[in-house]
């Protein structure tokens, strides 16, 4: 029990004071879980997709699903053709790395490197036959997953809500990175 009034003062100020940083902390709480779930969402959310699209897409298509998307940049492609380095920025992996990778696709007959057809000194990567009939199976593959565990999740809606929002995000993002070269 207080005995006097300062004492009461003190305690009730120091209260105060509690009452204040307790609530300032929480709104410093509530903005970050505003700011880092959905964040950790889009990610745990990314991940276990691309997991289940990537085990679906080695089942039923006996195909990686990185293989996949080197297969679909490439069908994406004006002429069928990337050079290595359009090839490494697209993935976003080294151009050694890249190199490593195609290698293994070469090997199972999905890809070949030709003669780069404008300027006949570099190599282009192209699609072989047996690659553009495993890109079509795995397309198939792929479409379904994406369906199934990725637009049925969500509403219309949401669906345009998310569009436009990550479209956002990446033209922030593309401007930052095109500001840092500039500087």
């Not at 003190?10 to 903005?31: E, I, P």
């Amino acid at each position: 029990m207080c005995c006097n009034y300062f004492e009461t003062q003190r305690y009730s100020g120091l209260l105060r004071l509690a009452t204040k940083m307790s609530s300032r902390y929480l709104c410093l709480v509530t903005a970050k879980e505003q700011v880092v779930g959905p964040w950790r969402a889009l990610l745990r959310a990314q991940k276990a997709v691309l997991d289940l699209l990537s085990r679906e897409m080695e089942v039923e298509a006996g195909l990686p699903l990185g293989w996949y998307e080197v297969l679909l940049h490439l069908q994406e492609s004006p002429d069928g053709r990337l050079r290595m380095h359009e090839l490494a920025d697209s993935l976003l992996l080294s151009r050694s790395a890249v190199t490593r990778f195609i290698d293994r696709m070469e090997t199972a007959d999905l890809v070949e490197r030709v003669q780069c057809s404008s300027d006949g000194r570099g190599l282009e990567l192209v699609m072989t036959a047996n690659g553009s009939q495993m890109f079509r199976k795995a397309g198939r593959v792929h479409l379904r997953g994406i369906q199934e565990h990725f637009a049925d999740r969500l509403t219309s809606e949401e669906s345009a809500v998310l569009e436009r929002a990550m479209a956002r995000v990446l033209e922030a993002a593309a401007a930052a990175s095109d500001a840092d070269r500039a500087a």
